[in-house]
């Protein structure tokens, strides 16, 4: 069974730090793409970054460029998101993403708030 468990959210201050990991199981990890998406109060959930099965060829949604870096871990099945340069427009449930099988699995997300 497949499980991604998002932590690390929280309450933050403009231009502050938060650093998310997603904790996955269930599948064989250094196989997948790893993804994070982000959805805001009333917006669709939209992909913020991407990482290949081996660490390489990140990728950023452009709002994020600069201030988010996204890394893995194969040995401990992790993938973490390193959020600097936090702006009020950040703050959003964040999720993990993995495509085993070809299916979309989501963890249950971490809130972000970023507010003064």
């Known amino acids: 069974q497949v499980q991604l468990v998002e932590s690390g959210g929280g309450l933050v201050q403009p231009g502050g730090s938060l650093r998310l990991s997603c904790a996955a199981s269930?599948?064989?990890?250094?196989?997948?793409?790893m993804r994070w998406y982000r959805q805001a109060p009333g917006k669709e959930r939209e992909l913020v970054a991407s990482?290949?099965?081996?660490?390489?060829?990140?990728n950023y949604v452009e709002s994020v460029k600069g201030r988010f870096t996204i890394s893995r871990d194969n040995a401990r099945n992790t993938v973490t998101l390193q959020m600097n340069s936090l702006k009020p427009e950040d703050t959003a449930v964040y999720y993990c993403n993995a495509r085993p099988g070809g299916m979309d699995s989501w963890g249950k997300g971490t809130l972000v708030t970023v507010s003064s």
């Open positions: 990482i290949s099965s081996i660490g390489g060829r990140p």
């Open positions: 269930g599948f064989t990890f250094s196989n997948f793409i």
